[in-house]
C-alpha cells in the first residue's frame, strides 16, 4: 500500500522520501485529537499484520537497485492507508500489508519520474516472489490542505481529467514528465502516491470506476487489470 505522511508518523526531525514499514505488524494511528478522515477508523482493529519477508525483499532489493529507501519499524498507519483496507475487505480478514511511504508534502519531495521507477522496482521484485500482491496507492486529486491556506477549498478539475485521461490511454511518458512545481500548483500533491502504482503497472491502461467533484476535494477510483 503506498500513500503519504500527514505529518503525524513522521516529523521535521526526519522527513523520508521513500520509506519502507518493516516488522510482524503495523498499529492503527491513534489520536487524542484525531482529524474526522481518522476518527471514523476507530471501530478497526488496532494492530494490522505485516508481510515481513515481501517488505524485506523490497528494501533490500531496493537498495542493490539504487533506491535509498528509509525503514521503520514503529510508524503508525492512518486513514491513508486503512480507509482503502476497510472498504475492500469490510468484515473479511486484512491479509498482511506492506505500507510504503511516499513524502508529498515537505519540500524537496521526489520526482515522478522517481515514484515511478520506484514502482517498478516493486514490480521485479514481485514477478521474481512466489507472492500474489495486489498494489493499492491512495491520495485525493486535486485539493489544497492546510499547508496551502489561503487555498483550501479549491480544486483543478481540467488538470484532473488530463491525468485521468493519459491514464485511461495508457500514456504514462507524459505522467513521468510532470513536475513538483506543476503538481503543487494544480494541488496534486499526493498524486506521487499513484505514479508508484503506474510504475508497478505499466504499460497496462486503467478503468476509471469513480470520478467526483467534493467539496475541498475531488477524488477518483482507478482499477488496473493484468494478465
Request: hydrophobic share 45%.
Amino acid at each position: 500500500m503506498v500513500a503519504d505522511d500527514h505529518l503525524n508518523a513522521f516529523s521535521f526531525n526526519a522527513v523520508p522520501a521513500l520509506c519502507v514499514r518493516i516488522g510482524r505488524d503495523v498499529q492503527r494511528m491513534t489520536q487524542d485529537h484525531a482529524e474526522a478522515f481518522d476518527k471514523v477508523l476507530e471501530h478497526m482493529p488496532e494492530r494490522y499484520p505485516l508481510h515481513e519477508d515481501l517488505a524485506n525483499a523490497i528494501l533490500e532489493q531496493g537498495l542493490e537497485a539504487g533506491f535509498d529507501l528509509a525503514l521503520s519499524w514503529e510508524a503508525p498507519v492512518d486513514h491513508a492507508f486503512l480507509s482503502p483496507v476497510n472498504t475492500m475487505h469490510g468484515a473479511r480478514p486484512i491479509p498482511p500489508l506492506v505500507p510504503i511511504w511516499v513524502n508529498c508534502f515537505v519540500a524537496p519531495q521526489p520526482t515522478a519520474r522517481r515514484c515511478f521507477a520506484f514502482g517498478q522496482h516493486i514490480a521485479r521484485v514481485v514477478a521474481r516472489s512466489p507472492w500474489s500482491v495486489g498494489i493499492i496507492a491512495t491520495g485525493g486529486l486535486s485539493h489544497f490542505p492546510e499547508l496551502s491556506l489561503p487555498r483550501v477549498g479549491e480544486t483543478d478539475t481540467v488538470f484532473d481529467r488530463k491525468l485521468i485521461h493519459w491514464m485511461e490511454r495508457g500514456e504514462h511518458e507524459p505522467l513521468l514528465e510532470l513536475t513538483t512545481a506543476e503538481l503543487h500548483k494544480a494541488g496534486e500533491h499526493e498524486f506521487l502516491n499513484w505514479m508508484v502504482l503506474l510504475g508497478a503497472v505499466t504499460p497496462a491502461r486503467a478503468d476509471v470506476r469513480y470520478f467526483g467533484e467534493l467539496r475541498r476535494i475531488n477524488m477518483a477510483a482507478v482499477e488496473w487489470s493484468l494478465p
